[in-house]
């Protein structure tokens, strides 16, 4: 505690860069995976190719994927946006199969109902399958954010500054403090962001907090 009041603005810089380089991928790989997941599910044939293509980028070792990416991208290996497209495309990795299995999960007579009403194909997508898939992708969203917080660290080993420094830190000195106040705050970034998404989507699924006090 004495080594975390002393260090209080360091920490406080490495967190909110690790709040950066976790969150923002989730915001931008969740805008990728709904198209994706929509055709996965819209296509029967799109299915199998882009679970499986997309499921396979999650096995690419994390630090692997920190190094190769500045050679792809033309840029520097210690630019953070080495560390934000990574982390998207595990966001994506995780999400397209998460969004495509919820949208299966809406009944086929609410589908048909709604055609009924005179939905058409995008506004039905927007206004009634989307909504009822809120608490599947949700919950997938919830994994990737713990995901997302556990990876990132790993980028410390190449230079990236965020709460993994404190790990390389403390390990070069043979210091315990460092490692267990950026252990203690990468637990507490997870749960702070799964219970935001958590609270986010009971917000937007506010029938299902009727029918449970019904």
């Given at each position: ?12 810089v ?10 923002v ?5 969740l ?68 969004v ?13 109902s ?5 939905y ?33 660290s ?11 420094s ?7 000195r043979?210091f ?39």
């Amino acid at each position: 505690m004495t080594w975390f009041l002393s260090h209080l603005d360091d920490v406080g810089v490495f967190l909110a860069w690790h709040v950066y380089l976790s969150a923002v991928p989730l915001v931008l790989g969740l805008a990728i995976a709904l198209p994706l997941g929509y055709l996965a599910r819209r296509y029967r044939w799109l299915y199998p190719p882009l679970i499986l293509g997309t499921g396979l980028l999650y096995t690419i070792p994390s630090l692997a994927i920190f190094i190769l990416l500045p050679l792809l991208l033309g840029t520097q290996i210690l630019d953070p946006i080495n560390v934000l497209v990574a982390m998207t495309v595990y966001t994506i990795a995780l999400l397209v199969r998460t969004v495509a299995d919820g949208l299966a999960a809406v009944p086929d007579e609410v589908l048909l109902s709604a055609t009924a009403m005179g939905y058409k194909r995008f506004s039905r997508l927007l206004r009634v399958e989307l909504p009822l898939a809120v608490p599947v992708i949700a919950a997938g969203l919830r994994v990737a954010a713990v995901s997302n917080v556990s990876i990132v660290s790993v980028a410390a080993i190449i230079g990236v500054s965020q709460l993994g420094s404190l790990f390389t830190d403390g390990f070069a000195r043979a210091f315990l403090a460092p490692i267990v106040v950026g252990i203690v705050a990468c637990v507490l970034l997870a749960l702070a962001l799964d219970l935001l998404i958590l609270a986010a989507g009971r917000a937007l699924t506010p029938w299902l907090r009727n029918r449970r006090a019904s």
